[in-house]
């Protein structure tokens, strides 16, 4: 007589619950067979976005410039282009040309504004603490670094004697040394 899944007798009258061993069995075929077909699986799924990344511009100050494009910020050119599969912007030569590109500096955070390579004068947003002494942003050009974890920060990276300014500097820091307290920026 055919029973349920729990084991209990059925009646012809009730439906018979699927067995698992026909879906357990036709999954590792249906595998078998896309494989056999030359899809490598993992390989496809892995590609796809890596290539594309490949193929994305470089953000500088929010807006995308194609790869193996040229913009000049600081007396500096940078180009587009990847490192380890994502955009990444490499430092040129130094020029005497005015900026191609707007230099709003380092304030907030870079994601979704810059990719990293991308350098920009410090700002009051990159003051940071030694013990308690104040360390102002301005006295420095940071850079866009990726850590793991593809999370994007600012790094200083330069003197700011190093940046080339076609305008106005940023705005001198307002924090002082009494918001350091045992190397924290308070």
Partial sequence: MPTT????????????TPRRLRRAATAPIAIAALTVAGLPLAAAAEA???????????????ATHPQDSTVIAGGTTFRCGTDAGAPYWFTGADTDRPATVRTPG???SPV????PGARQPGTSDTDYCVGNQLIPGTDDVYQVVRLPGDVLLWKAAEPIAGWSF?????????RTASL???GVLT
């Fill in 5 to 16: 899944a729990t084991g209990t007798p059925t009646t012809a009258t009730e439906p018979r």
């Fill in 180 to 182: 350091c307290i045992d």
């Fill in 106 to 108: 380092a304030q907030g």
């Fill in 112 to 115: 979704g504004q810059f990719s």
């Fill in 166 to 174: 076609d305008g106005t500097r940023p705005a001198p820091t307002w």
């Fill in 48 to 62: 796809e976005p890596a290539e594309r990344r490949a193929r994305a511009g470089c953000l500088w100050a929010g």
